[in-house]
T-cell receptor, first 118, second 111 residues
Framework: GAVVSQHPSWVICKSGTSVKIECRSL??????MFWYRQFPKQSLMLMAT?????????EQGVEKDKFLINHASLTLSTLTVTSAHPEDSSFYIC??????????????FGPGTRLTVL | GNSVTQMEGPVTLSEEAFLTINCTYT??????LFWYVQYPGEGLQLLLK?????DKGSNKGFEATYRKETTSFHLEKGSVQVSDSAVYFC??????????FGKGTMLLVSP
């Protein structure tokens, strides 16, 4: 149990277009979802935390208008990269937390989405 | 701020060799410490954790001990298998549900 999926697994887009990435908890309800970004040979950097039905909390330095996060249901969160540019190319990973408190040891991670902006 | 430093990889071992992946951290207060593993094409999975000083986390033959005096949480396994080939991430929690990760260490085990 506790499977998290992401779609698409990879995407290539032109500069200036928007890309939406979906994160789904397949067999549990996730009150909290997290979005991370990972550069090659770098750490996972937390971008934002989203709770179902409320606005996402963004980490310092992450542009809210650039990376739109929607957590409309207990099993789905989406990350939209708006007006993508080559510097947005990266590996985006989501995780989902179980329960109302979202404690760290119950974060379940998706397989990631590779975004390449040409 | 909080940070995690891991040894750079790849770590290349023969099957049944002893494994150590070093992890040190910088944090305010008393963080919880974690090791996650990422197998090719899959998401990160929690491997083990420790929530206070001198705790030992263990799972699937892997162990790590929370050493506050050296701010370390080194991952060890006595005899690695080919199936252990993966990327291993050390992480700490700051606050109730936020993780800070190291860069990850790739482990390659050959038969």
């Amino acid at each position: 149990g506790a499977v998290v999926s992401q779609h698409p697994s990879w995407v290539i887009c032109k500069s200036g277009t928007s890309v939406k990435i979906e994160c789904r908890s397949l067999d549990f309800q996730a009150t909290t979802m997290f979005w991370y970004r990972q550069f090659p040979k770098q750490s996972l950097m937390l971008m934002a935390t989203s709770n179902e039905g409320s606005k996402a909390t963004y980490e310092q330095g992450v542009e809210k208008d650039k990376f739109l996060i929607n957590h409309a249901s207990l099993t789905l969160s989406t990350l939209t990269v708006t007006s993508a540019h080559p510097e947005d190319s990266s590996f985006y990973i989501c995780s989902a937390g179980r329960g109302t408190s979202g404690s760290t040891d119950t974060q379940y991670f998706g397989p990631g989405t590779r975004l390449t902006v040409l | 701020g909080n940070s995690v430093t891991q040894m750079e990889g790849p770590v290349t071992l023969s099957e049944e060799a002893f494994l150590t992946i070093n992890c040190t951290y910088t944090a305010t207060g008393y963080p919880s410490l974690f090791w996650y593993v990422q197998y090719p094409g899959e998401g990160l999975q929690l491997l083990l954790k420790a929530t206070k000083a001198d705790d030992k986390g263990s799972n699937k033959g892997f162990e790590a001990t929370y050493r506050k005096e050296t701010t370390s949480f080194h991952l060890e396994k006595g005899s690695v298998q080919v199936s252990d080939s993966a990327v291993y991430f050390c992480a700490l929690s700051r606050g109730y549900s936020t993780l800070t990760f190291g860069k990850g260490t790739m482990l390659l085990v050959s038969p």
